[in-house]
């Protein structure tokens, strides 16, 4: 029930002003049509989420959405600045210690946001407390290994997001690059 739209609906509904909904998704022993449902049911709720994923060795393993009331922002000038504070410094160190040795690294993990993938998930069922079609369909990929080729499909209609982050001209050109070494843009 943790990807059902009405479970989703419940949690925007208890958003404070500004808070972030992450939901995790597993790529690994699972199929297309349960993580696209999984992606949709998220946007139906979250339509200015965005999605960033965890590789494993180059191909797809599991992702997180995220998602908030109206448009998500990103500021990665201000997460950079935080990081180098010495308050945060036992989160950079965390962030090195899973090879992402600055922000603008772990931003480079961006797989795309809801108008990119619509065209992806244009068949994709919504989840329901009323069909749980999730709770079924969940157990049919078990031990079955398409998370590359869902991985693959949705960078596919990956694109830069312009609405999504905001960065310095100094800082855009790491960003870039870190966005470029998960394949080429659309």
Same mark, same amino acid.
Request: hydrophobic residues 40%.
């Given at each position: 029930?943790? #990807?059902?739209? =009405?479970?989703?609906?419940?949690?925007?509904?208890?958003?404070?002003?500004?808070?972030?909904?992450?939901?995790? %998704?597993?790529? #690994?022993?699972? =199929?297309?049509?349960?993580?696209?449902?999984?992606?949709?049911?998220?946007?139906? %709720?979250?339509?200015?989420?965005?999605?960033?994923?965890?590789?494993?060795?180059? /191909?797809?393993?599991?992702? %997180?959405?995220?998602?908030?009331?109206?448009?998500?922002? *990103?500021? %990665?000038?201000?997460?950079?600045?935080?990081?180098?504070?010495?308050?945060?410094?036992?989160?950079?160190? !965390?962030?090195?210690?899973?090879?992402?040795?600055?922000?603008?690294?772990?931003?480079?993990?961006?797989?795309?946001?809801? !108008?990119?993938?619509?065209?992806?998930?244009? =068949?994709?069922?919504?989840?329901?407390?009323?069909? $749980?079609?999730?709770?079924?369909?969940?157990?049919?990929?078990?031990?079955?290994?398409?998370?590359?080729? *869902? #991985?693959?499909?949705?960078?596919?209609?990956?694109? #830069?997001?312009?609405?999504?982050?905001?960065? !310095? =001209?100094?800082?855009?050109?790491?960003? $870039?690059?870190?966005?470029?070494?998960? /394949?080429?843009?659309?």
């Amino acid at each position: 029930m943790l #990807y059902s739209q =009405d479970y989703f609906e419940m949690v925007k509904a208890r958003l404070n002003p500004g808070g972030i909904v992450t939901q995790w %998704v597993p790529l #690994y022993d699972s =199929d297309m049509d349960t993580v696209k449902s999984e992606i949709a049911t998220f946007f139906a %709720v979250f339509p200015n989420g965005a999605i960033f994923t965890n590789e494993n060795d180059g /191909g797809g393993y599991d992702l %997180v959405m995220l998602g908030q009331e109206g448009p998500l922002k *990103i500021d %990665v000038d201000a997460m950079e600045d935080r990081l180098a504070q010495p308050a945060y410094a036992t989160v950079a160190e !965390s962030l090195r210690e899973v090879g992402f040795g600055s922000a603008t690294r772990m931003l480079g993990t961006y797989v795309g946001q809801a !108008s990119d993938l619509k065209p992806w998930l244009a =068949d994709a069922e919504i989840n329901r407390d009323s069909n $749980l079609r999730l709770q079924y369909l969940a157990g049919f990929a078990l031990n079955d290994s398409h998370a590359d080729a *869902i #991985y693959q499909r949705m960078l596919a209609y990956r694109r #830069y997001p312009d609405n999504l982050f905001t960065v !310095s =001209d100094e800082r855009l050109p790491a960003l $870039l690059e870190a966005l470029r070494t998960r /394949g080429q843009w659309q």
